[in-house]
């Protein structure tokens, strides 16, 4: 299946949910879909026998700029049944970061959104251990944020040399 | 009527557990392979829950990717796995020249050299990473003259690509658009000739060590108690994870994205996938630490037999650099998986048409196999845990990024 005919699938499914379909751009299209329901059709996406996205390839958060209001989580997933993938976008505010996780369907989830969660301080409720991953706990601020500033120390460590 | 005596030797008879005992294993632990740190919750010996903690080799890849154009980020991706750079630096340059290739104003492709080089060095460099995976798993389990081998062979390996780009570790070899030219080869001259040569000796030489490694670690009886039937990693339960390469085929999954999905010149090469069965007679099960060896173990002679076929043809006349003016991919977005000696390496790559990425995701294989490890080593003895870091073959590096 391609990925207009997901597309299709889950416009009859999720109606308003589905926010529309990304193709003017170079590469990869993809599906937007309301951060709200991203858990719910998730969920529809593995269940359903004649799609079966039964793995998470990547996960990823995304900044385009400093002067963007929002951030994006971008969810590759494929199917090993029927050997087609499709590419999920949610985009949350940054003011106010928060998303339902999807580390109970696909488990590799758990650290991909601990890492979104570390770098870009992106909230998913519902994941039952979202702490710093790659950075030390108790580092401040969210690195890959475009407008990140590191700090001149830590623990008495000048940070940029 | 029952004495005080007797109601408390039943309290303690109903507590089967001991007090918890928290153990921190690494980061500094040769068996961890690289600065992974476990925090292990013991009873007795039984681990209860082993936690990693990673982070210390966090070098900021995907930051420095922001502020870099394309072909200096080339140099980052070696030491992500530092092991297997080459299929690093591959991995890469094939999801930069995708996203370029969607540009239809532009047309190019990668010369025929660079691909036949390319697969080359890569399958070599395959091996090299399976012989150190072979290695240090024995000497994880308490053998040591495999490390040696093993060391000795790849040693041999590091030479061949010292010789065609300068470096034995991190090589920045495979470029946008083809291969580095930094030690000129020319097509068909004696120095390419001698070159293919020394392959050739070294595959004679090494094809038949395989088979020795097999009898001397492989069905080792020791080795093998240590290995068979310890932490069975279901199919399931591999896919869930995102565990892939040989990881996902020691558990059973017949999938090789070098067949499924043939990137390159792949599909022109004969060669099969190496996947986990049950081996009653021996003891093995499919998805234990031995199966996810086993893999590695026959996926060098699949090398080998990829290269063969290489150095039959010959490598074809030509260049090994498209005609390329810049890199500066397309407005847009791409997702590009390969298969890395450790299982799929993808990276994300989102332009906005400048010559830097707006973001750059490496997706690591080793990251995804390594979170499987807490389900994993839940009700089995620390040293088995050492079994199990060894057999999902991590590099730290490339977990941390």
């Known amino acids: 299946m391609n990925p207009e005919e997901i597309y299709k699938i889950l416009t009859d499914k999720f109606g308003e949910s589905v926010l529309g379909f990304d193709t003017e751009l170079a590469g ?25 996205f039964d793995s998470l390839m990547c996960l990823s958060g995304v900044d385009l700029g400093a002067k963007e209001e929002e951030f994006s989580v971008v969810y590759h997933i494929y199917s090993m049944q029927h050997r087609h993938s499709v590419v999920l976008r949610a985009s949350v505010p940054k003011t106010d970061a928060h998303l339902p996780s999807v580390s ?25 251990d979202l702490r710093r991953i790659l950075l030390p706990d108790d580092w401040e601020g969210y690195p890959l944020r475009k407008d990140y500033k590191e700090p001149d120390f830590y623990r008495g460590m000048r940070v940029p040399y | ?16 557990f001991t007090d918890e005992m928290v153990v921190n294993m690494g980061p500094q632990h040769p068996s961890t392979h690289g600065v992974l740190r476990l925090e292990l919750r013991l009873d007795g010996e039984v681990v209860r829950e082993a936690i990693p903690h990673i982070g210390y080799l966090h070098r900021c890849f995907e930051k420095h990717s922001e502020n870099l154009s394309y072909p200096q980020i080339i140099p980052f991706t070696d030491r992500m796995d530092y092991v297997a750079a080459m ?75 010292e010789k065609i780009c300068g470096a034995r570790l991190t090589y920045n070899y495979i470029r946008i658009g083809g291969v580095s030219e930094i030690i000129p080869m020319e097509p068909g001259s004696v120095d390419e000739q001698n070159f293919l040569d020394e392959i050739k000796d070294f595959l004679d030489y090494f094809e038949p060590k395989i088979d020795e490694y097999n009898d001397l670690l492989t069905s080792n009886s020791i080795f093998s108690e240590r290995t068979m039937s310890v932490a069975v990693m279901s199919a399931e339960m591999a896919l869930s994870y995102g565990a892939t390469g040989p990881n996902l085929r020691g558990s059973g999954v017949d999938w090789d994205l070098r067949r499924d999905e043939p990137y390159s010149i792949y599909d022109r090469f004969d060669f099969d996938v190496p ?82 990425p707006v973001r750059l ?14 389900e994993l080593s839940r009700g089995l003895m620390v040293a088995d845990i050492i079994a199990i870091i060894g057999s999902i073959d991590i590099v730290m590096g490339e977990v941390d990024r």
């Not at chain 1, 990869?28 to 799609?51: G, K, M, R, W």
């Not at chain 2, 009527?1 to 089967?16: A, N, R, V």
């Not at chain 2, 995701?361 to 807490?374: T, V």
């Open chain 2, 87 to 161: 299929n690093q630096n591959w991995g890469f340059c094939l999801a930069v020249e995708k996203l370029m290739a969607a540009d239809e104003t532009k047309d190019f492709a990668v010369p025929e050299r660079a691909e036949y080089l390319r697969v080359l060095i890569c399958e070599l460099n395959r091996i090299a990473s399976h012989l150190l995976s072979f290695g240090t798993y024995g000497m994880d389990i308490g053998a040591f003259t495999p490390f040696l081998y093993a060391f000795r062979d790849r040693e041999r390996l590091l030479l061949l690509f």
């Open chain 2, 275 to 356: 996947v986990a069965k049950d081996i009653p007679e021996l003891g093995a099960v499919v998805g234990d630490c031995w199966s996810r060896y086993k893999v590695r173990m026959d996926e060098m002679k699949e090398s080998v037999r990829i290269v063969r076929q290489i150095l039959a043809e010959g490598l074809p006349d030509g260049p090994v650099m498209a005609d390329l003016k810049a890199v500066r991919p397309p407005k847009g977005e791409i997702y590009f998986r390969s298969e890395a000696p450790r299982g799929e390496l993808g990276f994300y790559i989102v332009s906005d048409g400048t010559p830097k």
């Open chain 1, 104 to 128: 109970h369907i696909w488990k590799t989830a758990d650290w991909h959104e601990r890492e979104a969660y570390d770098l870009y301080g992106i909230l998913f409720e519902g994941h039952t």
């Open chain 2, 361 to 374: 995701k490496g997706r690591s294989p080793c990251f995804s196999a390594l979170s499987a490890l807490q």
């Open chain 1, 28 to 52: 990869d299209p993809n599906i937007q879909i309301a951060p709200a329901a991203i858990a719910d059709v998730c969920q529809y996406l593995v269940e359903t026998d004649t799609l079966a």
């Open chain 2, 1 to 16: 009527m029952e004495t005080t005596q007797q109601t408390e030797s039943k309290i303690i008879e109903l507590k089967p």
